[in-house]
C-alpha cells in the first residue's frame, strides 16, 4: 500500500515558469488537500476536494490551480510561478475513519 | 470557524526533564484534536490524535496529551524527554466528516513549536 505519494521531492523553478505538483493516492479517499509549510507559519491550506469533479479553495489559493479527474489524483498547478511561492507543498488524503495521511513533502524554490 | 494557537514558538528542556506543549483551539463543531511531529527536512508524522471517547489519548515515542474541552486545550506532554525527541511539533484541529457541516475535514495547524533537548 503505497498510501500518498507526492512527485517531485525537490524542484528549482524560474520566475514566471509553470509546473505541475502531482499527487496520488491508492486508499480510494474522497477527501484529499493541499497545504504549504513556511518556517513560522505551520501549513495552510491552498485547495481541497471532496470527491472526483469537486474542487475548492482554501485560505491561500492565489497563484494555483487544481483539478480531480479521479479519485486517485490530485495535482497542484503553478501558473506562473513567483518566489513567494517558494515553500514546502505537501498532499494530504483522509479516510472516513479520520486518519489522515500525507504525503513525503515536495520542496519547491522559485528563483 | 477553527483556529490553533501553540504557546511557545521555541520551548527547550533538559534530557530527562517533563516535555509540555501547549495548544488551544477553537472550533464551531466538535472538535478533532492532533499533534505531528517533523523532523528537519521530513514529512509530517502523527503523534496521536484525539476524536471521541477517552479523553486522555496516548501516543508513539511515550507522548500522550488530553482533551480538555473547558478548557479548549490539547497540550502534549512526555514525562521524560531524550536527545531524539528534538523536533518541530504541530498541533492542529478538524471537524469530523460526518456532522463537521462544511469543514470538510479540513486540518488548521497551530504555528508549531520547535522542541531543543539539551543533554
Known amino acids: 500500500n503505497a498510501g500518498v505519494t507526492q512527485t517531485p521531492k525537490f524542484r528549482i523553478l524560474k520566475i514566471g515558469q509553470s509546473m505541475t505538483l502531482q499527487c496520488t493516492q491508492d486508499m480510494n479517499h474522497n477527501y484529499m488537500y493541499w497545504y504549504r509549510q513556511d518556517p513560522g507559519m505551520g501549513l495552510k491550506l491552498i485547495y481541497y476536494s471532496v470527491g472526483a469533479g469537486i474542487t475548492d479553495k482554501g485560505e491561500v489559493p492565489n497563484g494555483y490551480n487544481v483539478s480531480r479527474s479521479t479519485t486517485e489524483d490530485f495535482p497542484l498547478r503553478l501558473e506562473l510561478a513567483a518566489p513567494s511561492q517558494t515553500s514546502v507543498y505537501f498532499c494530504?488524503?483522509?479516510?472516513?475513519?479520520?486518519?489522515?495521511?500525507f504525503g513525503e513533502g515536495s520542496w519547491l524554490t522559485v528563483v | 470557524a477553527q483556529s490553533v494557537t501553540q504557546l511557545g514558538s521555541h520551548v527547550s528542556v533538559s534530557e530527562g526533564a517533563l516535555v509540555l506543549l501547549r495548544c488551544n483551539y477553537s472550533?464551531?463543531?466538535?472538535?478533532?484534536l492532533f499533534w505531528y511531529v517533523q523532523y528537519p527536512n521530513q514529512g509530517l508524522q502523527l503523534l496521536l490524535k484525539y476524536t471521541t471517547g477517552a479523553t486522555l489519548v496516548k501516543g508513539i515515542n511515550g507522548f500522550e496529551a488530553e482533551f480538555k474541552k473547558s478548557e479548549t486545550s490539547f497540550h502534549l506532554t512526555k514525562p521524560s524527554a531524550h536527545m531524539s525527541d528534538a523536533a518541530e511539533y504541530f498541533c492542529?484541529?478538524?471537524?469530523?466528516?460526518?456532522?463537521?457541516?462544511?469543514?470538510?475535514?479540513?486540518?488548521?495547524f497551530g504555528q508549531g513549536t520547535i522542541l531543543t533537548v539539551h543533554p
Open positions: 472550533s464551531s463543531v466538535p472538535p478533532y
Open positions: 492542529a484541529v478538524s471537524g469530523p466528516l460526518v456532522g463537521g457541516g462544511t469543514s470538510y475535514g479540513k486540518l488548521t
Open positions: 494530504a488524503s483522509r479516510s472516513s475513519g479520520n486518519t489522515i495521511y
